[in-house]
Every structure is written in structure tokens, then in C-alpha cells.
């Protein structure tokens, strides 16, 4: 009706925020952000050898961290293989502000990748010995043991997920090396055991039904 027709954006307008600059500022903030996302998994995707690249999965995010001596923001890019092989790195920017010469100055060895790839474990990035850190100077998780999660185990964005229960906080397995942890392992429900590399949406999240 034209009453429908003329009413529907008035009720819109009500609805704008009050200082249009301010949103204009997020808005682009939030574009910048993106952008870097798509820059930075461009780039990790290319720079995985050609060889194992086919069904990889890259995944960037920003991370807020807790401790005082690092950046307020980092930016975690997980790796995923179509294996199950994966793993993470951080590095201490916000994404828009990370470089290619960056990431790749942080980014796993061939041989690394190479063992994700057939799903094998591979530390990184590599620790000294002597950087053990003692369990409670670790950040806070976001899910407990026995809370019902999702967990990203395929290529695909919205198939590649499986439900399961967190079994572990701080795993680690013998023969990985010093200070090397996964923040959770989980039980999927199909009775396959994983870690989650890190705690990040883009890897795991909460179960809602």
C-alpha cells in the first residue's frame, strides 16, 4: 500500500545511529579489517608449496590479548589440511596492518607444513626449552572441560563442522616438544579425538542446541 510504502523508511530513519560519522568511522574500520583478512589469506595461501595447497583451509582473526607485555590485538591464521593436519601462528598486529614481508617472517617451515599436510604434528612456531611457562600464567579459554562445542574439521565453511565435547584443556602429547599445547582436546561425537589449535571462532565454537 502507499502507507506501507512510505512508512517503512521512516521507521528505518529512527533507527539511524544519532552521529552519522562515528558509524561512517566503524563501518570503515570493519572494511579495513576485512580487507586484511582477505589480503592475509591470499597471501598464506600462496605460500603454502604448491603441491599440498589443493583443499587447504586458511583462516585469519583477530584475537584480543590478555597480557599486558604483547599487542592489544593480534592477528591468529590457522592452517588447515584436508588430513586434519593443522596449526596456527600469531602474529602481534592488527590485520590490517600486517604485511606479506610480516607474515612471512612468521609463517611454518615447507617441513611443517609439509607434516601437517599428511596430518602428522609438527611443533610451531619453535620453542627453547627454557620457555616453559608454568600452567597458570596461561590465558584464560573460553569453554570448560565437558562443555558441547563445534569444531572445524573440513575444507568447507559451512559443512566442514562436527559437534563434540571438550575432554582437556592444555593438551599436549609426549612427543611434542617443550611448551608446545593445544588449548583443547575434544571428543567429536563420532568418536574421533582432536585438538583445536587455537581458541578462535574460525576453529571452535560454542554448541548452541
Excluded at 539511524?16 to 582477505?38: F, S
Excluded at 590478555?66 to 590485520?95: N, W
Excluded at 604434528?121 to 570448560?144: K, V
Aim: proline share 9%; hydrophobic share 40%.
Amino acid at each position: 500500500s502507499a502507507f506501507n510504502s512510505f512508512f517503512r523508511p521512516l521507521q528505518f530513519t529512527m533507527f539511524l545511529p544519532k552521529n552519522e560519522a562515528a558509524n561512517a568511522d566503524i563501518r570503515a574500520a570493519e572494511q579495513a579489517r576485512r580487507d586484511g583478512y582477505t589480503r592475509i589469506e591470499a597471501w598464506a595461501t600462496e605460500a603454502i608449496p604448491a603441491e599440498i595447497r589443493r583443499g587447504v583451509t586458511i583462516t585469519v582473526q583477530e584475537v584480543q590479548c590478555g597480557d599486558p607485555e604483547c599487542a592489544p590485538i593480534d592477528t591468529a591464521v590457522a592452517i588447515m589440511f584436508p588430513s586434519g593436519g593443522r596449526g596456527m601462528l600469531g602474529l602481534p598486529l592488527e590485520a590490517k596492518d600486517v604485511s606479506k614481508e610480516a607474515l612471512l617472517e612468521s609463517f611454518p617451515t615447507a617441513q611443517v607444513l609439509l607434516a601437517w599436510s599428511r596430518g602428522e604434528e609438527a611443533e610451531w612456531p619453535p620453542m627453547d626449552d627454557d620457555d616453559e611457562q608454568d600452567f597458570s600464567e596461561r590465558p584464560p579459554l573460553r569453554f570448560d572441560v565437558g562443555q558441547r562445542v563445534v569444531c572445524r574439521v573440513g575444507p568447507d565453511p559451512v559443512t566442514g563442522w562436527a559437534p563434540g565435547r571438550v575432554i582437556m584443556l592444555w593438551y599436549r602429547e609426549p612427543t611434542w616438544p617443550a611448551n608446545s599445547w593445544a588449548p583443547y582436546k575434544i571428543e567429536l561425537d563420532d568418536g574421533r579425538n582432536i585438538f583445536a589449535p587455537g581458541d578462535v571462532d574460525q576453529i571452535i565454537r560454542e554448541h548452541n542446541g
